[in-house]
């Protein structure tokens, strides 16, 4: 194997490695000063929120938003509302 080979193949097994967004489903658990919790022991608030112009408003308490966190995690985009189907 030739010295570019070994070059490429540690370069593509790094980037294939690495996670450059990572996606929640988080529920409201907080209105007036948002919070909403994205598993059993993180939460985020207002300070690391993007709101995108889906989220101009007031979001209610339970509702479930799709979120994209950015790589390194210090921001965390509000996509889009969750509607749960119910079966009849």
Same mark, same amino acid.
Request: hydrophobic fraction near 40%.
């Given at each position: 194997?030739?010295? /570019?080979?070994? $070059? =490429?193949?540690?370069?593509?097994? $790094? &980037? ?6 990572? *996606? ?10 948002? =919070? $909403?919790? &994205? @598993?059993?022991?993180?939460? $985020? *608030? ?5 709101? *995108?112009?889906? /989220? ?24 889009? *509302? ?5 079966? @009849?």
């Amino acid at each position: 194997m030739n010295f /570019f080979n070994i $070059i =490429k193949s540690s370069v593509l097994h $790094i &980037l294939s490695s690495i996670k450059f967004v990572e *996606t929640y489903i988080g529920e409201v658990v907080e209105e007036e000063n948002l =919070k $909403i919790k &994205l @598993d059993e022991k993180l939460f $985020i *608030t207002e300070n690391e929120i993007i709101r *995108t112009s889906s /989220f101009s408003g007031i979001i209610k308490k339970g509702t479930k938003i799709f979120i994209i966190r950015e790589n390194g995690g210090q921001r965390f985009f509000l996509i889009d *509302t969750i509607f749960e189907q119910k079966n @009849d």
